[in-house]
């Protein structure tokens, strides 16, 4: 007898954006849609891992209701009715299948982040205690019911995603009814964009530290379009919004809208933040967004400022998405660009649809390949514009669609421009690449050692034990032989002048001259990080394989005004900056430094070196005849600490921000997003 084979999927029902669109005549036959996620087996003593809950592998839903002290009955996604239907009927008023609905939408999310990065997910670990050590955190807490509020939010101290329950207070009664319970479990949108923030921290824990406008901007922004582009794998919505708009997703359409139930419920006159227009208060007509520049320069709030990199992203989707049609515009309307009035035939409707999916998701699996190519802290939109072009050359030789050409234009309409390039071009927005033949023969010793990394975690398929065996990589493991990275980095390139430059970080004798602290282990060695160690193997659309190992350096300096170790000569000295009183200042910060370094494998050689340093590098000089650095020209990067003071200070322009007032604290109590999504 033949055993049945193990099912790739399970299919679970729910809303395809939220209930909103199933009370609606219009999208009712739209609303709903089947999620089909990595089948998880039942949980028994010898193998499996989905238990009622849902409990997985990645995720645990625990439904206590703090504000009634009640427990919900867990859902068991194998009881034999429940797989028999796809899951439970959608609805707002069953607990259980709102268990469903967050369980379906993360684990969707997760799937699309393991495509596009080429590895499994691994959530933020808990910060270390007095034993020195961070634990693994297996799985992401959920929690569907845990505020009686409006508001959900991923919070990097519990290592789970809160979600909120309110009575609604619609701006137009016509669309919704006044005090029924909206829950923002059932939103598709504020489920992937929470996830998105949970996985984002577990890649780059330090973008939850604002040191510039732009690094929660980037966090909400980002997780917005994950939340965008997951509306183009629903087929029958793609398809319905294709006919709706003749082909035109420029106009108005449910994909470029974010969570409209909680948008309208808090009074908004339309969805929560609309990727291509809004609707005009006064008149209740919805109009199309127009790219301002000046928005870039003086929009500070994290989520109105992410709204601009949003904007950017959806508008290249649009431009290639029109691109790859033209030419099917052509043969339906006789070559006029013009279609024929009347409903467009479904061959066509079918034709557009598969266009425009193929190209959100590429534009999507862009936008997540990134990631691997920013640098660890104080990132910039236009740090993101570089790490999106980088990856997309290293993995795709040839750009014959403009994909790329499409992002630069876009980020050029809304003024958002990288520092440091000659020109916008593909060539200047690339990351520098190191050419194998001129690199520090030291590499060579590291490339050995990251082989041998690979070599073992490459065929693992436990994420726990990818995990333990990274961290015997990163901190060592005398057991086993290992000598960890950070010693083997600080062992081989100590005083190497030419290793600071590269990364910007201070590793030679004078370094308690720069707010350096010394080392745990040894106080004679200046204190450094290594973090995300990770592999890489990708293989393009056109079949390119990209094997690599990314890991970043992070290190930090204690800075102080006059007071201290530097004297920061702000330049505004206007109202907020006193010059009389600067001798008298005491304020203190701290600076982070880092570097992501991307090695190839297949060459043994450093293909990248992304760095926000904290010397500044452009005014090192070498010796003359020699490879080290003339220690006479170290200097701290001046502009940076400027840049961070000012704006977690008040000064100038960025006086307008709130971080001084609110983001300290609630920085310090370590729940950001708390504090973002409930304002």
């Known amino acids: 007898m033949t055993s049945t084979p193990r099912p790739p999927f399970r299919k679970l029902r729910g809303y395809a954006f939220d209930p909103a669109l199933a009370l609606q005549m219009e999208t009712a036959p739209i609303s709903t849609i089947v999620y089909k996620v990595p ?89 270390p205690g007095a034993n020195g050590f961070e634990d693994y955190v297996a799985r992401l807490r959920i929690y569907p019911h845990a505020l009686r509020e409006a508001n959900a939010y991923y919070s990097p101290r519990k290592k789970a995603l809160l979600f909120g329950y309110f009575s609604s207070a619609p701006a137009n009664e016509s669309i919704q009814m006044p005090a029924s319970l909206v829950f923002t479990c059932l939103s598709h949108d504020i489920i992937a964009h929470e996830t998105t923030h949970a996985i984002l921290d577990g890649m780059q824990r330090n973008y939850n530290e604002p ?305 350096i602290n010394a080392s745990r282990s040894n106080p004679n060695d200046p204190a450094f990080e290594v973090q995300n160690l990770r592999l890489v193997s990708r293989i393009g659309p056109q079949g390119k394989q990209v094997n690599q190992i990314v890991f970043s350096l992070l290190q930090r300096s204690g800075v102080k005004l006059k007071q201290g170790i530097f004297d920061v000569d702000a330049p505004v000295k206007e109202k907020h900056f006193d010059p009389s009183r600067r001798t008298k200042v005491r304020e203190a910060f701290v600076l982070r430094g880092g570097c992501t370094l991307i090695f190839d494998l297949d060459t043994l050689a450093l293909r990248y070196a992304i760095a926000k340093p904290l010397l500044d590098t452009a005014r090192m000089a070498y010796l003359p005849q020699s490879r080290q650095i003339d220690l006479k020209t170290r200097k701290m990067d001046k502009a940076r600490i400027e840049q961070q003071y000012q704006y977690q200070h008040g000064i100038g322009i960025m006086g307008m921000t709130d971080y001084s007032l609110y983001f300290k604290n609630a920085l310090t109590h370590g729940e950001p997003f708390a504090f973002l999504h409930n304002h």
């Not at 899951?87 to 799937?111: C, K, R, W």
């Open 39 to 127: 089948w998880e087996d039942r949980k028994t003593a010898d193998s499996g891992t989905l238990d009622v809950g849902p409990v997985g592998e990645y995720v645990e839903v625990i439904d206590y209701d703090p504000t009634v002290q009640k427990s919900y009955l867990p859902v068991d996604l194998n009881n034999e009715y429940i797989l028999a239907q796809d899951g439970l009927d959608p609805s707002e008023g069953n607990p259980q299948f709102h268990q469903q609905m967050v369980y379906a939408v993360v684990m969707t999310t997760i799937t699309n982040f393991e495509r596009a990065l080429g590895r499994r997910i691994l959530w933020a670990t808990r910060r």
């Open 211 to 515: 040191t510039n406008p732009d690094v929660l901007a980037f966090h909400e922004a980002f997780s917005d379009i994950v939340a965008l582009f997951q509306h183009f794998t629903f087929p029958d919505v793609l398809k319905n919004q294709i006919q709706k708009t003749r082909g035109n997703l420029a106009d108005q359409n449910i994909l470029g809208q974010l969570a409209q139930q909680f948008g309208s419920a808090i009074g908004n006159y339309g969805s929560l933040r609309d990727a291509i227009g809004e609707v005009d208060e006064k008149t209740g007509q919805w109009r199309p967004k127009t790219p301002l520049p000046e928005e870039y320069r003086t929009i500070l709030e994290p989520h109105a400022r992410g709204s601009i990199l949003v904007a950017a992203v959806f508008e290249a989707f649009i431009n290639i998405y029109k691109s790859r049609i033209a030419d099917l515009l052509r043969i339906a309307s006789n070559g006029t660009g013009i279609l024929t009035a009347g409903e467009l035939p479904v061959d066509l409707v079918n034709r557009l649809a598969d266009e425009a999916a193929k190209s959100a998701d590429q534009v999507l699996q862009m936008c997540i390949r990134a990631l691997d190519y920013c640098p660890p802290v104080d990132i910039t939109f236009g740090d993101y514009l570089r790490a999106i072009i980088t990856a997309d050359v290293d993995l795709v030789a040839d750009d014959s669609r403009n994909y790329r050409l499409a992002f630069i234009d876009a980020f050029r309409r809304r003024g958002i421009y990288p520092k440091g390039i000659k020109t916008l071009s593909v060539e200047s927005l690339q990351f520098e690449a190191h050419p194998r033949e001129s690199q520090n023969p030291l590499f060579g010793i590291l490339t050995d050692f990251l082989r041998k990394y690979r070599n073992d975690v490459m065929y693992v398929k436990d994420r726990k034990e990818t995990y333990t065996i990274t961290q015997k990589y990163m901190g060592g493991d005398e057991d086993n032989d290992i000598e960890g990275l950070h010693d083997r980095i600080f062992g081989k390139f100590d005083n190497d002048g030419e290793f600071e430059k590269l990364t910007g970080l201070v590793f030679s004798g004078d370094w308690k001259d720069f707010g």
